[in-house]
């Protein structure tokens, strides 16, 4: 199981994850959704719109680059954004 600090990856490196030559497709994949996992893990009540506003925003890219792996997932996803 992955923690935190297992994925030192944010949103700013999808354009490099996307890059990398020696990863498979799947571990691309998964990357890009554990960063999208942990910034919505990492909101609370608290939060305020901008903040979720930002991280919908980076979310849609995430979404966005999956679909240049899978495309009919990520169809599907961006397709599901509120």
Request: charged share 30%.
């Given at each position: ?18 890059g990398f030559t020696s990863w ?59």
């Amino acid at each position: 199981m992955r923690s935190y600090e297992d994925c030192k990856y944010t949103a700013e490196d999808i354009d490099k994850i996307l890059g990398f030559t020696s990863w498979s497709t799947k571990k691309k994949m998964d990357t890009l959704f554990h960063i999208d996992c942990t910034m919505y893990s990492n909101m609370g009540t608290d939060s305020s719109a901008g903040e979720r506003k930002d991280v919908q925003r980076k979310s849609k890219t995430i979404y966005r680059a999956i679909k240049q792996l899978n495309p009919s997932l990520g169809k599907l996803l961006l397709g599901n954004m509120d």
